[in-house]
């Protein structure tokens, strides 16, 4: 069994951010989204919601088919915390292996879009395995490989045109305006395994660190 077995999903409800910090929230007793050896077997995890044009919930998700590589699935619902009801494999594609998803809805150009971490070594839909790279629907059911796939190779790059590589680009975060325009993408960086050095006094080389990318409009 892997470590990560049986991992679900779960919510947690505050009225203000200082009462989330405080302690002062809601939390059902029972996940929102779990396994069920069916659709999602081993895990229901790496969760993103972001509310659609109909005003219902759209929850896109992680899940892995056993012995096979990641997936993921879109869930529904008419509220923020639930009850999901899963309604699409948006990932059945192995060449289309992923984690990692944010995902939002652009009001302008009316679909939906997500940001992922491509996980397939065959590189058929992004140009680096680990890169992030991003996927597109009409109506938040139906999936393919956006028009310009890659967002972001597994690398730095900074004014005076310096590049430095990366071990892993993962876990990106779109953050919109509320009419869905992209208006910051961060995501978790580190230049090697933080595990390769101390452990137990990690410096700066081996630590991990968050990217903030512009966006080109």
């Not at 989204?33 to 993103?48: F, H, R």
């Not at 899940?63 to 059945?92: C, L």
């Not at 971490?117 to 999936?143: H, M, Q, R, V």
């Amino acid at each position: 069994m892997r470590y990560n077995a049986a991992q679900s999903i779960g919510v947690v409800k505050a009225k203000t951010i200082e009462d989330l910090l405080s302690g002062n929230y809601t939390r059902p007793s029972e996940p929102i989204m779990t396994v069920d050896n069916k659709q999602t077997y081993e895990v229901a995890n790496n969760p993103s919601v972001t509310q659609g044009p109909d005003g219902k919930y759209y929850m896109m998700y992680k899940s892995r088919i056993p012995n096979g590589q990641m997936t993921f699935w879109i869930a529904k619902s008419n509220r923020p915390d639930g009850e999901f009801k899963t309604i699409s494999n948006v990932v059945h594609d192995k060449d289309l292996s992923s984690e990692d998803p944010s995902m939002w809805y652009d009001k302008k150009r009316k679909s939906f879009f997500a940001v992922a971490k491509y996980f397939s070594k065959s590189l058929k839909y992004a140009p680096e395995f680990g890169c992030l790279y991003l996927i597109e629907s009409t109506n938040g059911i139906d999936w393919q490989p956006a028009k310009n796939t890659l967002v972001s190779l597994k690398e730095l790059n900074f004014k005076n045109g310096t590049k430095v590589k990366l071990e892993n680009l993962e876990r990106p975060f779109v953050y919109t305006d509320e009419n869905g325009q992209p208006l910051a993408l961060f995501a978790a960086g580190n230049i090697v395994f933080p595990t390769k050095g101390n452990v137990d006094h990690v410096d700066d080389y081996y630590n991990t660190f968050i990217v903030s990318f512009p966006i080109i409009k």
